[in-house]
């Protein structure tokens, strides 16, 4: 599965851009909970074959580009068969964490956005299909079924599953016992900083006795 045509990756990411925002225009709420987003830049980099575009939300459109000169919020990387088994998969938590996908950047907005998509329900596919044929374009519209999968059979056990892939495969986020060390260490801190304040305020007492 080579790479395609820097040509027909333009057209492509064109066709998902015109594609969505057409279907965007149909519901009246979906600006609105994409306008959230808005100044941040999602990449996605898959691997096998070679795809990359660049999400990026505005108040009222959703712009797609092959190309960003700037560091993105959040990427994600994997291969076409890893985001296959994402988007097919009946527990998507368990296939993320035992995959071989990656994020950099801030997970937060991204874990939001899926949450977006999986209810907006975009066609990835056909404009994908129409601009790189059909086994191409449905390896690459399952890279989107799969940011949606997430979202659309998201559960307590799934949403766990995907906190403790942050946590600990992607480490996006200090772990709580990285976060009870932190606060340990800091009220200790606090306590000696106490203590020596304490002791400046007595000794200058004793300088302003001896004064």
Request: hydrophobic share 40%; with cysteine; aromatic share 8%.
């Amino acid at each position: 599965m080579s790479q395609a045509d820097p040509a027909i990756h333009t057209a492509a990411v064109a066709a998902l851009e015109a594609a969505a925002n057409q279907t965007l225009k149909l519901d009246p709420t979906a600006y609105q909970r994409l306008s959230v987003f808005s100044g941040q830049v999602f990449h996605i980099d898959c691997d096998q074959p070679k795809f990359n575009v660049y999400l990026c939300p505005e108040q009222s459109f959703l712009r797609f580009t092959a190309y960003y000169d700037g560091e993105a919020t959040t990427t994600i990387r994997g291969s076409g068969s890893e985001f296959t088994k994402l988007a097919t998969s009946k527990d998507p938590g368990g296939v993320l964490i035992n995959s071989n996908i990656k994020l950099e950047g801030d997970s937060a907005p991204l874990i939001e956005l899926q949450k977006v998509l999986s209810e907006l329900e975009l066609d990835w596919e056909a404009p994908l299909v129409e601009s790189l044929g059909d086994v191409l374009g449905h390896q690459l519209a399952n890279i989107f079924r799969a940011l949606a999968n997430w979202g659309r059979k998201a559960k307590v056990n799934n949403a766990r599953q995907w906190r403790d892939f942050i946590l600990e495969e992607a480490r996006l986020a200090p772990s709580r016992a990285e976060v009870e060390n932190f606060f340990s260490a800091n009220n200790q801190l606090t306590q000696q900083l106490d203590r020596i304040e304490g002791r400046l305020r007595k000794l200058q007492r004793q300088l302003s006795e001896l004064g």
